[in-house]
Every structure is written in structure tokens, then in C-alpha cells.
């Protein structure tokens, strides 16, 4: 049944398309462009976009540029491609709020020709003192009465100048006794001699958030204007901003819960020292989870996409495990990507009857679960590189890989029995020798005996050297993101490590089309857009093979 897996907000949509309140259904996504975008905005943008696409309206892109304080060009432009990457097409609908100043000030020059503003001269302090508390109505500024006349006087005279930051303001005549502080007579503009991203020096005044928003989906003709829960309280504010300016068909505001994840740090404050501390390699350090961050570590707009199509919508607050973004980067690779033969931490492996000079290639599927990926060729010899830790001298119960005496099954090729191995000065195991049995080549039908143990390996004469970071969690997750002492994060020690002497198969160019795959065994990888070159590759981790998340 459709209409019951429907969330609340196309419920109320339909209702509102069934009473004709709207006949048509327009959303947008505004940002500040203060910063970059993390998978909290992910969730708003698909939300937005895809309620668009689902009845057929528009989807406009607005930057909610209205406090020059904060704002940067930068921003601007990694929004735009981060919303582009996560495939939200705005069409022709892009627009700043900026451009909509003169509109505003006439829209406030309106409500102080109807009494509902005016210019006040308290202080921030004083304004803060007359607002009261949640237990004790407000106090009436002395300059509630001003006439019509001489609000409008002063008002200009704020825009043009007259006055320094913070001397005046103008503010809605609502009421001073609400129950809802923000109705007791908020800020609609205020004086700041900043220079805007976009509009220069042309203003000195800017108009505040609560007053900007509304009559920005207003302008644009917004009919749903979707904004997490903290809006709550605003919307009385919201309702009387477009219905005081007299708009035909007020947009209306609907909130729901933003999304959290466990465990995972994305306050801008925190992100801003860890990048300050070198202890992440930038906003897009593939731990994070800004929109940069998680491109980078590998993860597509269809994982990110079914994510928080499996996150939901609803009204009450909850917090999202991490382990199901790697669910969702998991199934969206399994069937796309090819497998590749890469050993992270490598030692030698020496076939001792195995001719010298020979090279075999090998007929290796590029996916065994989707045979339209087709297959490739790698060469196979007398010496490879396999897993350190495919190899135990001493190993314990239920170890099934190679130890002296035991046979396993090199993938794709021969079984390979351990005769013995060789030792460097520290102690470590450097060369492991086995004999294989011709016999027993994949594929060949051999039945004669089974082994418990399959393993991977890439040619010595023929792989490539390469780098390969591995991921955890960025934080310690027993102890939980912040300290309870002293309110620092609690980091996780462990939470990159490089491998520098990795190999992988020399398959490489034909598979640059992709920039991710699977490595048999080790999880999936990605080309590291920041680092890797084509003569000194950097792969990230996007994800091992297996986890704990169930559904
Ligand atoms: P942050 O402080 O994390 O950057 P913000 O609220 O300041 O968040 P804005 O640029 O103002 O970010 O937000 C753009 C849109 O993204 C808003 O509509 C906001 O509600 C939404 N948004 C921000 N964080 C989340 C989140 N965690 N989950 C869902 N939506 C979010
Ligand atoms: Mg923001
Ligand atoms: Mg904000």
C-alpha cells in the first residue's frame, strides 16, 4: 500500500495538493556558504530534490548568503559541485538571497507603513533584558510608538549609513508576551558595516535569518520549505513574516529530525582544529564525513543516496550507525566493481618445482557474481608476494592457510604445498617455498583431494609497488566522541594506517575507467584523488569485506 509507506512530509504534500492549498510543488535546498557540506546536508538535499522529482516540481538551489560575516566564494563553489555529485540537478534554479536585498528592504519599509516594525535604539544587552524569560513575559521597548513617520526616516538612515554597527536596529511589533520568545518583537534588520561576497559595499544593513528565509521561499515561490526540527519555534515567526507581506500563496514550513551518526565528529569547530593540528589531511580527509570526505574515501552518490533512503524521515531525534554507510557502499560495489589481486603486506613466495622461466597466463573473472564485467589475464610464475599473515610457523587450531606440511589453493591457480621457509636476521619470515601440483590447476576438473585453504598472491615480475591507507574510526568509540573532562575528542590512535610496500597486479591501466575496486579478501579500494599518481598509486580503503552491521 502506497500511501503508508509515504513519510510525513509527502503525506501533508498530498493533503495540501488534495485541498488545493498548492497546485503545484516547489522545494529548495538553502545553504550558508560558510562552510563545507557533510552527510547531515546530504540528507536535506535528497529530501528537497527528490520530493521535486516525486511530484513533478522544481528544485531550486539558493544560497542562503544573507550574513556577510561568514560567508566565502570558496564555499560557494564546493556546494555547488558536492549537490552536482550527489546528482541533485537544479536546472536553472539557482539563486543567492543576496539578490533579493532590495526586495527585503521594501518588504520592511511595508510592514513599518502597517505599524508592524520599527527602529529601536536599545543596545544588544538592553534588547536581551527587555525580552524576559521563558517564566517572565517581556517589557515593551521605549521605542515600540515611534510614528510611522519617523521609523521610516530612521530606517533609511540606517541604510544609508547614519549609524555604526549595533546602534539600531529594526524590529517586528508582535508581542512581548508571548509564550514563544521568538516572537517578542525579533530583529528583522540590523546594522553591520561589512562588506558582502556579492553585493560589496552597496549595504550596511543586512536583514536577519527569521525574516530573510521566509521571504526568500516566498520571492521564489517555494511552496514546502524543509528545515530540520531547532526551526520549530520559528515557524509562528515564519507564518507571520509571509502573511504580514501580504504574499498570495505563503510557502509553509515543515521540520524534521536531522541526522546524527554515532560516534562521528562533523561540529565545524572540531573538523577546523583537527585540520589545524595536521592530525586529518584536510576537510576531505577520507575519515571525516563532509560530502568531499566521503568522495574521497570512495563512496558513490547511489551508496550515499540508499543510505538515507534507509535513514528515513520522521520527527524524533536518533543517531545513525557508520556501519551502515559501509552497508550501503558494500552493495553498491559488489556487482559493479572488478576484483583485483592485491597483497597489503607482502612476503615472498617461491615455487620450487615450478620452471624457471615460465609465465603462465591466467584466465581471472573480473566478477564472479556479475559476468557481464567479463575477465582478464594475469600472469602467474614461480615467485609471487602473499599475505604475511597467510603464513603461520606454528599455527593454531582451525588455521588453514599455509604452515610447513599444509596445502592451499593459490586462487585462480595451483595447490601449493609449504616445504619450507626462510628467515631474515630479525627473525621474521622472509620466503616461504612450496612445491604445486600440475595437476591441480583451476579449473582443470581436478578432484583427486580438497583443500581447506584458498589464498591470493600477485606475480614478483609483474605487480606494481603501491601505497595503501587503511581506516578506522576517527574517534575511540569506547569511550565515546568527547571527553568528559575537558570536552576534547577522544581520538582513536589507529585511525590511519599507510602501507607503503603493497603489491598489486599490473592490470592496472586497463582498469583506470574504474576508480574503485574490490581487492580480493582486503575490502574495497579507491584511487586516492588527492595523492595517488599514475607512477605512485595511493589507494584508501573504502570498506572490508565484512562487518558486523546486519539488517
Ligand atoms: P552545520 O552547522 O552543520 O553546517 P547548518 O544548519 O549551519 O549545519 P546550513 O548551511 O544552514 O547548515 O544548512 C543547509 C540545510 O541543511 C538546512 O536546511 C539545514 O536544516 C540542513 N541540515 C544541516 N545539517 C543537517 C543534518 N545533520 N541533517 C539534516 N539536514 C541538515
Ligand atoms: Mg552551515
Ligand atoms: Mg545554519
Redesign the pocket.
Known sequence: NETVSKNFIEQEIDRDLAEGVYNHVSTR????P??YL?I??A??ILLNYGLAQEYNGTFHMRF?DTNPTKEKVEFVDSIKEDIRWLGADWKNHLYFASDYFNQMYEFAVKLIKKGKAYVCDLSPEEIREYRGTLTEPGKDSPYRNRSVKENLELFGAMKDGKYGDGEKVLRAKIDMASPNMNMRDPILYRVAHIPHHRTGDKWCIYPMYDFAHPLEDAIEGITHS???LEFEDHRPLYDWVVKECEFEQPPRQIEFA???LTNVV?G?RYIKKLVEDHIVDGWDDPRLVSIAALRRRGFTPESIKMFIDMCGVSKSQSSVDYAMLDYCIREDLKLKRPRMLAVLDPIKLVIDNYPEDQVEYLDVPNNLENETLGSRKVPFGRELYIERNDFMEEPPKKYFRLFPGNEVRLMYAYFVKCVSFVKDEAGNVAEVHCTYDPETKSGGGFTGRKVKGTIHWVPVSDSIKAEVRLYENLVDEEKGVYNKEDGSLNLNPNSLTILKDCYVENNFDEEQSYDSFQFVRNGYFCIDAKDSKPDALVFNRIVPLKSSFKL
Open positions: 535546498f538553502p545553504p550558508e560558510n562552510g557533510h547531515g546536508h540528507k536535506s542562503d524543509i528545515c530540520t536531522k541526522l546524527y562533523t565545524k
